[in-house]
């Protein structure tokens, strides 16, 4: 019990280390996901001033600062929670005899860093494609997923406001992609996070991008847009446009739906005027029963 408590501890502290020395400037700048994070996030939004798709849409859209919030919360804060859980799993699965190789179907460690990395970046996108099918799919993830869905007006910090469930949900299982590529991630992994982070920005932004051809390949606004429509095209109940980084998946599974490019839908899902609107009542959301309104006389 102690070597969990010590794995558990150790991590914590660690992860709450580097997170202060991040913010302090201590860490290289090609790994300080913190100011690495608050770049992207400034430069998208100059973007989306300077080249707005919705112009009627305000710059300080609705939920601003609440999807900003989440955007910290979710990457550093709740990051640091919950470091110290992951540490302990990885300790008892070291006990039970499972490695980082066990399910390994490919060892990429001696390969160039430039093929390294484009597999990395396609095994770990699929795995986040194929999580994110499932939110929508069944009912349970659903209900934290609808966090993410509750946005009414698109813009970049949208891209991480989400309910801290998903973390669980997606952490093991990009994990098990990994482990598939024998337990190795490229010594430079932190240009496919930072990529990953920028695309998903600019796929929740204010800004029309579409990458011409290569809509077929990378994922873009005008499709992502499209994700969060409230009312789902017919054949569609579970969802469409799934993609994170990359589209093809949705091309290639037939979830792909763009009919048009005004921007101008309505965003949400049925029954999300009844949604909570405050941090604290989303991030309970699917634990805690919502009240019910009570009539007015």
Do not use: C
């Not at 390294?116 to 770990?124: A, E, K, P, T």
């Not at 099918?133 to 891209?159: D, I, P």
């Not at 965003?267 to 909570?276: A, I, N, V, Y």
């Amino acid at each position: 019990m102690e070597k969990y408590i010590n794995a558990f501890t150790d991590s914590l502290l660690n992860t709450l280390d580097y997170t202060w020395r991040a913010m302090t400037f201590d860490v290289p700048w090609y790994t300080n996901f913190f100011w690495g994070l608050t770049a992207i996030s400034l430069l998208v939004w100059l973007l989306e001033i300077a080249f707005p798709w919705r112009k009627d849409q305000s710059i300080f859209r609705k939920d601003f600062w609440l999807d900003t919030f989440y955007m910290y919360f979710n990457f550093f804060i709740f990051a640091i929670v919950i470091s110290g859980v992951y540490e302990i799993l990885g300790v008892l699965f070291n006990d039970l005899g499972i490695t980082a190789k066990s399910f390994a179907i490919i060892d990429i460690a001696s390969w160039p860093m430039w093929a390294q990395l484009l597999v990395f970046f396609i095994i770990i996108d699929f795995v986040q494609w194929f999580t994110h099918v499932l939110l929508h799919r069944y009912e349970f993830l659903w209900q934290f997923h609808k966090v993410h869905h509750s946005v009414k007006e698109m813009g970049f910090a949208a891209h991480l406001r989400y309910h801290w469930m998903e973390n669980i949900f997606y952490k093991p299982l990009k994990t098990f992609g990994v482990m598939i590529l024998g337990g190795f991630e490229p010594e430079q992994a932190y240009v496919v996070h930072f990529i990953a982070i920028s695309i998903g920005h600019l796929n929740h932004s204010n800004i029309k991008i579409t990458w011409g051809p290569l809509k077929y390949i990378f994922n873009n606004p005008v499709m992502h847009l499209y994700h969060h429509v409230k009312a789902l095209p017919d054949g569609h109940r579970h969802g469409i446009n799934f993609g994170i980084s990359l589209s093809l998946w949705d091309y290639i599974f037939k979830t792909n739906y763009v009919p048009e490019d005004s921007g101008t839908i309505e965003l949400g899902f049925p029954g999300d005027e009844e949604f909570p609107k405050t941090f604290w009542s989303q991030i309970t959301y699917g634990f805690v029963k919502p009240k019910k309104k009570q009539p007015s006389n």
